[in-house]
């Protein structure tokens, strides 16, 4: 099953319409919790079991909830009941820390069931209230699944912007004899902040995606973030006192921006993973075993460590790869990745972690790469830990360098990107006075006229054009 997201492009009343149907199914939401709060004040049972829940619905009647389509009300009663026993389940089992449903959202996301939506070309035909006209939408891409393998549509919104969620049955790709993933085949894959995937694969092929776009990205926002909060602490509402026009403005722009950064981390993610799985397929890697650092992250180390890992979205990365992979015929194993950046491939000896990206073995003299070191070492291991002897791999000499995201702004010095702060100037947000752009290479300048020239500019001699 794969989801792809797709954008919506409506009329204002069919947006109206579109928050009408995710209005009310937060009211169907709302309704379950508060049934079963006032039947719970008064020594009864809530109803969970979603027969019963279905049954309650139905007594509200028809067009009790708006447009909304009764099977789509009756996906949120699925929800609800679903997270009531997980929950239920674990507090049985001794967690504590489980917590049976009971926020109240504004909005929640409609799903429609298949038969309950219908594609043309790129537009598409939702299921509404019986009675109600059907809602059409437009989508801003065509629907990147064959129309027959979708299952099920989601209708949703994120900051303000409608999109929806097609959840797709795609089947394992089929390859011509002889070019199919052979299990045999390993590749160890070692996911870290720089670099998201550094792959050490057979034949002595390597492969590292630089993340370096991400990070820019990740800091940018960070210090964006920061710039803004700073500038507004003085207006921010003191407990208990409703925020100002002006606050709610900030606020809005800030969840926008937020929103912004995580398609772009994501998008990013997914086009790393991408990478890795393509390099597999041509070499017919059948095994990816994976470093899984999880184990290690619950550890404090600091605010900024803690910051680093936590934009660091692992566990996102790694389903990305998991989900990528299988629908390229690929086996994932997870193993843990404890120790394996510190031991030398070639002797198997430990090494205290190198600062830079170069590992060098103080016992053989061995020089590598440091994350296609933790590759090679996560090649050799099971999921148990344990080092297997039997490693055909030998270290990879031949690598292959790509970048993820190179979309981002971070990556190329954007005059655009007004996160950036002007490096001449002192106007705040200003990119300084307009210049003309300089000559193409190889065209010589007049002399006399427009040379450049050392111009002193407080404590640091730049060169002005
Ligand atoms: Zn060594």
């Known amino acids: 099953m794969r989801t792809a997201r797709v954008g919506l492009r409506v009329t204002p009343a069919q947006r109206r319409r579109c928050f009408g149907l995710l209005l009310a199914n937060g009211d169907v939401w709302a309704c379950v919790l508060d049934m079963n709060r006032w039947r719970r004040q008064r020594g009864l049972h809530g109803i969970t079991n979603f027969q019963q829940l279905c049954r309650e619905l139905h007594k509200a009647g028809p067009a009790a909830f708006g447009e909304l389509n009764s099977s789509c009300a009756e996906g949120v009663l699925r929800h609800y009941s679903d997270a009531w ?14 917590r049976f449903p009971r926020r109240k959202r504004r909005l929640v996301p409609v799903r429609f069931r298949y038969r309950h939506f219908a594609f043309d070309g790129q537009r598409l035909r939702l299921a509404t209230a019986r009675g109600c006209p059907p809602l059409w939408v437009r989508l801003d891409r065509p629907v990147p699944y064959p129309v027959e393998q979708v299952r099920s549509v989601t209708l949703l919104n994120e900051d303000r912007r409608l999109f929806i969620e097609v959840s797709a049955e795609v089947p394992v790709a089929t390859y011509a004899p002889g070019c199919e993933p052979d299990p045999g085949r390993v590749a160890g894959v070692d996911p870290g902040v720089i670099h998201p995937f550094a792959v050490a694969g057979p034949d002595g092929e390597g492969l590292i995606v630089s993340g370096r776009a991400i990070r820019a990205e990740t800091h940018l926002h960070l210090k964006d973030t920061k710039r803004r909060r700073r500038a507004v602490a003085k207006r921010a509402p003191k407990p208990g006192q409703a925020g100002s026009r002006r606050w709610r403005k900030h606020r809005a722009r800030q969840r926008k921006l937020e929103a912004r950064h995580k398609r772009r981390v994501k998008q990013a993610q997914h086009e790393a993973a991408k990478t890795v799985v393509g390099w597999a397929v041509q070499r017919r890697v059948g095994t990816l075993v994976v470093g899984d650092p999880r184990g290690v992250l619950d550890l404090k180390a600091g605010r900024r460590h803690n910051q680093r890992v936590r934009a660091w979205r692992i566990g996102y990365l790694l389903r990305c790869l998991k989900d990528k992979a299988e629908q390229a015929g690929i086996r994932v194993v997870l193993v843990d990745e404890r120790g394996t950046s510190s031991t030398c491939p070639s002797c198997d000896q430990r090494v205290p972690k190198p600062r830079g990206r170069v590992f060098t073995c103080m016992h053989c003299g061995f020089n590598g790469h440091r994350d296609l070191v933790g590759g090679a070492n996560i090649a050799r291991r099971n999921p148990s830990g344990t080092i297997t002897t039997n490693s055909k791999n030998p270290f990879p000499v031949v690598i292959t360098h790509r970048r993820a995201g190179r979309h981002l702004p971070g990556t190329a010095p954007a005059r655009r990107d007004p996160r950036r702060r002007p490096h001449h100037g ?40």
């Open 85 to 98: 026993f997980a929950a239920a389940k674990r507090r049985k089992s001794g967690d504590a820390t489980a």
């Open 426 to 465: 002192t106007a705040n947000g200003s990119h300084g006075r307009p210049r003309p752009a300089p000559p193409p290479w190889g065209v010589a300048r007049p002399p006399g006229e427009d040379q450049p020239t050392m111009v002193k500019h407080g404590q640091r001699m730049l060169m002005r054009h």
